[in-house]
């Protein structure tokens, strides 16, 4: 009878065990699969359809010669950078959804301009490197837009953070197509 206790015993401590290791398992990966998707993943290859969708998504509107030069989707933000815009007065009062108003965008404009050439406003941008910035405009309660010179270019991020929409898979698909 003894024997027989001490097996059940041994067996179930063992049940135990293998219960406590299959969980500690289930536990690290799925801890592991929200750390990886929280991780940005950056494309650069958007094609012309990509681009209108994307456009879309961040209620925006490319002027002439501009591009969706990156996309950036995480779990979390998902971030455009364009590339080429000339007249950023312009793009602020028509290319972006609601706009801003023709004063304010050339103050804006004098301001980013200004401040730009101080070297006074550091911001890490989608890639995760530190540049001097200035202006972050906010359009709505999600939507934020940043704005960079790089190598003497502008550069502009449009920024959705904890969004809600139903392309979601759409937009994973951008970034996924490259991996």
Same mark, same amino acid.
């Given at each position: 009878?003894?024997?027989?206790?001490?097996?059940?015993?041994?067996?179930?401590?063992?049940?135990?065990?293998?219960?406590?290791?299959?969980?500690?398992?289930?536990?690290?990966?799925?801890?592991?699969?929200?750390?990886?998707?929280?991780?940005?993943?950056?494309?650069?290859?958007?094609?012309?359809?990509?681009?209108?969708?994307?456009?879309?998504?961040?209620?925006?509107?490319?002027?002439?010669?501009?591009?969706?030069?990156?996309?950036?989707?995480?779990?979390?933000?998902?971030?455009?950078?364009?590339?080429?815009?000339?007249? %950023?007065?312009?793009?602020?009062?028509?290319?972006?959804?609601?706009?801003?108003?023709?004063?304010?965008?050339?103050?804006?404009?004098?301001?980013?301009?200004?401040?730009?050439?101080?070297?006074?406003?550091? %911001?890490?941008?989608?890639?995760?490197?530190?540049?001097?910035?200035?202006?972050?405009?906010?359009?709505?309660?999600?939507?934020?837009?940043?704005?960079?010179?790089?190598?003497?270019?502008?550069?502009?991020?449009?920024?959705?953070?904890?969004?809600?929409?139903?392309? %979601?898979?759409?937009?994973?698909?951008?970034?996924?197509?490259?991996?």
């Amino acid at each position: 009878m003894k024997k027989r206790t001490r097996v059940i015993f041994i067996s179930v401590i063992g049940i135990i065990i293998v219960l406590s290791i299959a969980t500690y398992v289930y536990m690290t990966n799925r801890i592991n699969n929200y750390i990886e998707a929280s991780k940005p993943k950056i494309t650069e290859d958007i094609n012309e359809s990509e681009s209108a969708f994307l456009q879309d998504q961040f209620g925006t509107s490319l002027p002439p010669g501009a591009e969706i030069a990156a996309f950036s989707y995480s779990h979390e933000v998902i971030i455009i950078r364009i590339e080429g815009v000339e007249d %950023l007065p312009n793009f602020l009062t028509d290319s972006i959804y609601p706009g801003v108003a023709e004063e304010e965008a050339e103050i804006f404009t004098e301001d980013y301009y200004g401040s730009s050439e101080r070297n006074t406003y550091p %911001l890490t941008d989608m890639y995760g490197i530190e540049h001097q910035c200035w202006g972050i405009c906010p359009i709505d309660s999600i939507t934020t837009v940043r704005f960079f010179l790089l190598d003497e270019k502008l550069t502009i991020e449009i920024m959705q953070r904890y969004y809600v929409t139903k392309n %979601l898979d759409a937009l994973r698909d951008i970034v996924d197509k490259s991996m």
